[in-house]
């Protein structure tokens, strides 16, 4: 049986309000902790697997042009080799980015350094990497290809085009106007666990252990890919190390070892290099953006503009959506936006961390931050001002909105000063101490969603999703879900998620994952509990269930009398982009400490205040918020990928050279919480929290930069040179 909801009216009820477990949104650690803390929880390439192979990946050292051929015999010889594959499968993914060609025919083009051409497989590691280094490609290098946004002409994206009223004419009469161009460079996922995967066929049935975000999709595109029908291909990732966007679609390890595992007739496990990973996965796309607003004398906005330039390959479909949440976080009735990608020739451009306000937001927020000063208003002060009662330019009402709120409590809990603000107000020793806010917007999404549910004779429970969890706590708040809706302990339901066999979830990304699967877990559960209902000689919204029983009655386990009860949940959500604005918001404030000599800026303490709607578990709710915020931080100071100006090649292409932020980076971070319920959000009432903690936190770092020493930088990230 199925439980389905197609959500096209909001659910108000707030059924889950009622239930008497009390587990739903408590603290709740990790279910899987101490499997990931003792290392006994198998990522990727941990699969015992019997008699496998190594695939080494080879990648092109030119930037546009062709392979004219490959020299397989060159390496074939060399001891523990078994294939050389350069199969036209491998780099179907890199030939998406040729205007909708069909599918290649002759030589492999090239369109960026470090493109996969090819896989060696070898006895062991050491041999296939030895034999990969040593493989001769000849190419034919094509000259002049465009390696830097200025070297074309952008393509506007209509779609995202807003041109309402009269922009310039509320330029020229504003009483104070700002008018910015503000860069961001490029950022890597740079996942913890790199992209990895083991292939074994058994007869013409694949398994493949891999690291990624969305099952429900990444089933599809490799059965695609492989030219195979879906119900041959079984992906399971139980456990991922992280994903940041760089696991939602199959990279080239996942194909490779699937076809060379097929070739040599033995389970194949191809890892890629930390320098594979930053190369050739994805990259979020540097951008140029410029920024106008038009304040009357108090401040409220009459004017607003965004406009943005970003990159990718020649004919791939993705633009970095950096005006995401300008379209509706401030009012302002004369609007333009504008978004322009530039055709270049580096590696795809795809989806980082809160693709779009990560970068988008931070640019925005130092332009309010400058209209602030200009007008003489207090930085909260002038957000409250200019938040919208619907959205700006949709005219639709929101879901929900703690933005009010957020700016309010998180003021209060940082000890906000509204006094007048100028620079260089505090200087400690060689220090000048300086503090910066900013609001933070991240646009709520959904996703079609199934999760079995199954009550066991014995009273406990499991749910089986294909839905993953890449470090975020999905495991933690699916137990949550069932053991709050069945009355039972959260360690008697047993989770298993990340395996193609189960049913759909909606994968990992966008932030979408917690409120759609846990939204089909519900409905299970809602079915479950009629079939109990029926039992126990009542309704199911009179049935109280709390340890194990039904409140002044009998047991499960008597109700179940032997039996296994077991429905699935299905969620499809209607479109409620159609009907409302849905958006988490929050407000982030910071305090640093710019040294006067050197130019370097530590972030002494950063505090974060979120509304996203009901909070599924505070602990694992809170790491993300802790996490977006560690990101804002990378973002503000540190984090920008380098490529060489004339061939191409990323530069800094491992976790030494490419600065994340370390423990040392990250001062102390507060988080508040501002609880809310949104029933148009989802079914559970909750919002996307993911990337929230990242959407707008790296501005607060560049306005309290500007507080703490007056530099007004405009070029992310803020490192010493630009600071000084
Ligand atoms: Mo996210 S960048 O959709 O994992």
Known sequence: MTAHLKQDEPDTENFLDTMKQGVLGKPVSRVEGLAKVTGTAPYAVEYPVENAAEGVIVTTTIVRGEVVSIDKASVLEMPGVLAVIDDERLTTRA???????????????????????????????EQARDAAKHLKVEYRAEDGAPLHPSDVEPEEQEDETVDQGDLAQAMSRADHSVDLAITTEGHASAAMEPHAAIAQWEGDKLTV????????????????????????????????????????GISEEVVAAAIAAEKVGRPVRVVMSRQQVFQCVMRRSETTQRL??????????????????????????????????????????????????????????????????????????????????KSGVDPVELRLLNIPHRDPEEDLPFSSHKLAECLKQGAERFGWDSGPRSPRHTRDGEWWIGTGMASAARVHNVGEARARVTLKPDGTAEIRTDMTDIGTGTY?????????????????????????DFPRGPGSGGSWGAASIGSAAYLACRALRKMLAERAGTGESDLILRDGAV???????????????????????????????????????AQVRVNRFTGETRVDRMLGAFGFGRVLNEKTARSQCLGGITWSIGAALTEALH??????????????????????????????????????????????????????????????????????????????????
């Open 95 to 125: 030939a998406q980015g040729t205007a909708g060609e069909a599918p290649q025919q002759g030589p492999t083009k090239v369109f960026f350094w470090g493109q996969p051409i090819a896989v060696v497989v070898a006895e062991t590691f």
């Open 209 to 248: 252990h891999a690291s990624l975000q969305m099952l429900n999709y990444n089933i599809a595109e490799l059965a695609d890919t492989l030219g195979v029908e879906e119900d041959r291909v079984r992906i399971v990732s139980r456990y991922v190390g992280g994903g940041f966007g760089s696991k939602l």
């Open 292 to 373: 106008r607003l038009a304040g009357d004398g108090e401040g409220r906005l009459d004017g607003f503009g965004h406009e943005a330039l970003v990159s990718n390959l020649p004919a791939e479909e993705f633009a970095e959506p950096v005006l995401q949440s300008s379209h509706f976080l401030y009012g302002g009735d004369n609007r333009a936006l504008k978004l322009e990608v530039a055709r270049i020739h580096r590696m795809t451009a795809g989806s980082v961390r809160a693709p779009g306000e990560a970068v988008g937001m931070p640019a925005l927020e130092i332009a309010m931050d400058v209209l602030a000063e």
């Open 476 to 500: 933690t708040i699916l137990a949550q879900m069932v053991a709050e809706m069945l009355g039972i302990a959260v360690d008697d339901v047993l989770v298993q998620l990340g395996d193609t």
């Open 551 to 589: 409140e002044g009655g009998r047991s499960l386990v008597e109700l179940l009398d032997g039996e296994e009860l077991s429905e699935e949940g299905h969620y499809e959500p209607g479109d409620i982009a159609d009907s409302h604005t849905a958006s988490g918001f929050g407000a982030f404030f």
């Open 643 to 724: 490529f060489d100006p004339k061939d191409g090649h990323l530069v800094n292409c491992d976790l030494a050279e490419y600065h994340v932020p370390v423990n040392r980076d990250v001062g102390e971070v507060e988080v508040v919480m501002v609880e809310e319920r949104d029933p148009v959000a989802s079914p559970i009432q909750a919002k996307g929290i993911g990337e929230l903690g990242m959407c707008g936190g790296a501005g607060a770092i560049a306005n309290a930069i500007y507080n703490a020493c007056g530099a007004r930088v405009l070029s992310f990230p803020m490192t010493p040179d630009r600071v000084l």
